[in-house]
């Protein structure tokens, strides 16, 4: 008898718990059932539409990092090809120098020729043909990119200027001045091949006569 009654328990005990259960497996269903079809379509294309925006998002991400490399790996080019470019000017210009620097002497003696022509008897027709000459020449130099420098600064440029020798001036005003150009000065591109040669004025206090 107790044992029957204590499997009469357990099995009442045990009833509960199962329909706990059941209540829930029952909601569950309950919940489905009551999502519609379109509910469960829009559910969907919403966490589709989700997975995309992420793929979207990590693709962005590689393709800024890819341009981002592509931008360096240009500018490191860019540089250089720059410093090839002027390797190979340097060694063009090096290689050419002494040519250049011939033809350069070669207008100077002309130069100086149709300037000496000046005081002979001879002097328009001379003086004309040498001038022809040397535009000649000057036109052989510009085709190469080599031309004279205009320098039209009255004041002494070391940078562009060489000073020959000094002439003294009593006036403050014309100190570092130009006196007389020389030699013409010549340039490649931006480099100076000859500087102009040039006579330079420097002040000089003179005092009063020691009596």
Not at 17 to 24: G, H, L, S
Not at 57 to 62: E, G, M, V, W, Y
Not at 66 to 81: G, N, V
Request: net charge negative; hydrophobic share 35%; aromatic share 6%.
């Amino acid at each position: 008898m107790s044992q029957e009654t204590d499997e009469t328990e357990k099995s009442s005990n045990s009833h509960p718990a199962n329909e706990d259960q059941m209540t829930v497996h029952h909601a569950e269903d309950a919940a489905s059932t009551l999502m519609s079809p379109e509910d469960a379509v829009t559910q969907k294309m919403l966490s589709t539409m989700s997975q995309i925006a992420a793929e979207v998002h990590i693709l962005n991400r590689t393709i800024e990092t890819r341009i981002s490399y592509d931008e360096a790996k240009e500018k490191a080019f860019d540089r250089l090809y720059a410093e090839l470019d002027e390797l190979k000017k340097n060694s063009a210009l090096e290689y050419l120098r002494p040519l250049y620097m011939d033809l350069i002497l070669l207008f100077d003696r002309i130069e100086n020729l149709r300037q000496d022509a000046v005081l002979s008897a001879d002097a328009p027709i001379v003086s004309d043909l040498l001038k022809s000459l040397n535009d000649e020449l000057l036109e052989i130099l510009y085709r190469r990119e080599v031309e004279p420098m205009n320098n039209a600064l009255s004041t002494f440029d070391p940078s562009l200027q060489l000073a020959l020798s000094i002439e003294p001036t009593a006036t403050d005003s014309e100190h570092n001045q130009v006196a007389r150009v020389v030699r013409r000065g010549f340039k490649y591109k931006d480099r100076i091949l000859r500087p102009e040669e040039v006579i330079v004025k420097k002040f000089r206090l003179t005092g009063p006569p020691s009596g």
